[in-house]
C-alpha cells in the first residue's frame, strides 16, 4: 500500500469525518458486511433532493471506517441522482488503493448502505446479477 494513501485512510479511521447520528434524518439505512464483522448506519438530511447533512456511526476495520468517512466528506451538497451514479471506482479512487475481495466489501460497505438507503439497491455495488 502506498504510505500516502495509507496515511489519508489511519487519518479518516482515527479521526472520523461526520460520525454521529442526526436527529431528524430524511434517509437512514444500516447494513453489515458479514465477511468482516463491518456494520454501518448513515443517516442523512435533505434539502431541495440534495444532501444537506450527513452523520454516520459504525464499527469495523480500518478500511470500511476510513471509507466511510471519506464518502460521507463527497457526499454533502449532492443530488439523490448523483448519489445513485456513484459506483465501485468512485469509492476506489476515493481510497487511492488496491484492494482484494474481501477488503474490497469493506471499502464498499458505506456505498452499499447509501445506495440502499437512497435508491433501494440491495446488492453490492459492483456485483451484476445479484
Ligand atoms: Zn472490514
Do not use: F, T
Not at 502506498?2 to 482515527?14: P, S
Not at 442523512?44 to 440534495?50: A, F
Request: hydrophobic content about 35%.
Amino acid at each position: 500500500m502506498d504510505d500516502l494513501y495509507r496515511e489519508l485512510i489511519l487519518d479518516h479511521y482515527r479521526n472520523p469525518r461526520n460520525k454521529g447520528r442526526l436527529g431528524e434524518a430524511d434517509i437512514s439505512h444500516e447494513d453489515d458486511n458479514p465477511l468482516c464483522g463491518d456494520h454501518i448506519r448513515l443517516d442523512l438530511k435533505l434539502e431541495d433532493n440534495r444532501v444537506r447533512d450527513v452523520g454516520w456511526e459504525g464499527e469495523g476495520c480500518a478500511i470500511s471506517m476510513a471509507s466511510a468517512s471519506i464518502l460521507s466528506e463527497r457526499i454533502k451538497g449532492k443530488s439523490l441522482e448523483e448519489l445513485g451514479r456513484l459506483g465501485q471506482e468512485d469509492i476506489l479512487e476515493m481510497l487511492g488503493i488496491e484492494l482484494g475481495p474481501v477488503r474490497l466489501k469493506c471499502a464498499l460497505l458505506p456505498l452499499k448502505v447509501l445506495q440502499a438507503g437512497a435508491h433501494g439497491l440491495a446488492g453490492w455495488p459492483g456485483d451484476e446479477g445479484e
